[in-house]
Nanobody
């Protein structure tokens, strides 16, 4: 019914920047809540950022002031601009979506994840 695919991860030096993308495909009518989460090895999955259908945002404490979430509804895509990256940002980043389908049902799912590695 719907799939989320992340892209944009990779290896970057401390202080560098990356922009992640998450594109939804399928029988989509509208995107509601969308968010980014991350999970480092041996760590719990944590909230990075969320954005509502109205554009309101919320960020995890560890990324406030450095990361920005945005959305492009016409492209069924959300983004995560990551600046001033730190080694502790190293994790697999997952896209999460709460999506209204054309058949009237809401569907929540996760992407497969994209690896972000911050290392010198």
């Amino acid at each position: 019914q719907v799939q989320l695919v992340e892209s944009g991860g990779g290896l970057v030096q401390p202080g560098g920047s990356l922009r992640l993308s998450c594109t939804a495909s399928g029988n989509i009518w509208d995107m509601h809540h969308m968010g980014w989460y991350r999970q480092a090895p041996e760590k719990q999955r944590e909230l990075v950022a969320i954005i509502t259908s109205g554009g309101s945002t919320n960020y995890g404490d560890s990324v406030k002031g450095r990361f920005t979430i945005s959305r492009d509804n016409a492209k069924n895509t959300i983004y995560l601009q990551m600046n001033s990256l730190k080694p502790e940002d190293t994790a697999v980043y997952f896209c999460n979506g709460d999506i209204l389908l054309k058949n009237g049902y809401r569907f929540a799912t996760w992407g497969q994840g994209t690896q972000v590695t911050v290392s010198s």
